[in-house]
C-alpha cells in the first residue's frame, strides 16, 4: 500500500505560480512511477505529467509544456509539480498518482494509487 498526500494548491492569479508537492508513506516510493492528474469540472480526468522511478520525465501534456515542471526527490518520497505561468484553464483538482512496480507509464489504469487531490484556482 502507498498513501499519497498533495498540498499546495490554492488560489492564484494569471501568471501566478505554485509548486504542489504530494509526499508518500508506506510501501517503497521509489519503485513507483508517479504522476500529476487533473480534473476540471465536467471534464475527463487527463494526465498533466509522469516521471520515471528515477526521476526522468517521460509526459507533459501539450498544454503545460514550458510552464510546468515534474520532479520527485525519493530521499524526501515526495514528487512537485511547479506551476508558472497559470492560466485559467488550469482550473482544476490535481491529483498525484503512483503506479507500483512500473518504471514509466501515462496510462491512468496503471496508477493504482491516488492522493486526495487538491484544488488550483486560476483568475483572470
Known amino acids: 500500500q502507498v498513501q499519497l498526500a498533495e498540498s499546495g494548491g490554492g488560489w492564484v492569479q494569471a501568471g501566478g505560480s505554485l509548486r504542489l508537492s504530494c509526499t508518500a508513506s508506506?510501501?517503497?516510493?521509489?519503485?513507483?512511477?508517479m504522476g500529476w492528474f487533473r480534473q476540471a469540472p465536467g471534464k475527463e480526468r487527463e494526465i498533466v505529467a509522469a516521471?520515471?522511478?528515477?526521476?526522468?520525465?517521460?509526459y507533459y501534456i501539450d498544454s503545460v509544456k514550458g510552464r510546468f515542471t515534474i520532479s520527485r526527490d525519493n530521499a524526501k518520497n515526495t514528487v512537485y509539480l511547479q506551476m508558472n505561468s497559470l492560466k485559467p484553464e488550469d482550473t482544476a483538482v490535481y491529483y498525484c498518482?503512483?503506479?507500483?512496480?512500473?518504471?514509466?507509464?501515462?496510462?491512468?489504469?496503471?496508477?493504482?494509487?491516488w492522493g486526495q487531490g487538491t484544488q488550483v484556482t486560476v483568475s483572470s
Open positions: 516521471t520515471t522511478w528515477s526521476g526522468v520525465v517521460i
Open positions: 508506506g510501501r517503497t516510493f521509489s519503485r513507483n512511477a
Open positions: 498518482a503512483a503506479a507500483p512496480g512500473v518504471i514509466a507509464t501515462t496510462r491512468a489504469y496503471e496508477y493504482a494509487y
